[in-house]
């Protein structure tokens, strides 16, 4: 089982930006595909964003796409979600998860997942 450690939440305003890190240990980080998924208070987890193991493949929500961008430091161990433009409606707790592949990630069916870390975006 590999560990996930979220971390970068925080409070910020309306149109502020906000890097969010997840830190995997294990030694075998690059063979797995990485990614996010939010939950906002009374609502279902969503997905936010994901990357393949080698980096090269990207996916991202419709209510993300263009504001956020996922990336991935296979020699440091993290992932990274850099949140730009950020909304009143981006308040929610950011979850890393980690999967063999990408569509697992995608659709949340990973066992593995972080602790989360809270973001709230003021209007």
């Known amino acids: 089982q590999v560990q996930l450690v979220e971390s970068g939440g925080g409070l910020v305003q309306a149109g502020d930006s906000l890097r969010l890190s997840c830190a995997a240990s294990?030694?075998?980080?690059?063979?797995?595909?990485m990614g996010w998924f939010r939950q906002a208070p009374g609502k279902e987890r969503e997905f936010v964003a994901a990357?393949?193991?080698?980096?090269?493949?990207?996916y991202y929500a419709d209510s993300v796409k263009g504001r956020f961008t996922i990336s991935r430091d296979n020699a440091k161990n993290t992932v990274n979600l850099q949140m730009n433009s950020l909304k009143p409606e981006d308040t929610a707790v950011y979850y890393c998860?980690?999967?063999?592949?990408?569509?697992?990630?995608?659709?949340?069916?990973?066992?593995?997942w972080g602790k989360g870390t809270l973001v709230i975006v003021s209007s």
């Open positions: 990357v393949s193991a080698s980096g090269g493949s990207t």
């Open positions: 294990g030694r075998t980080f690059s063979r797995y595909a």
């Open positions: 998860l980690i999967a063999i592949q990408a569509q697992q990630v995608v659709a949340g069916t990973s066992t593995n």
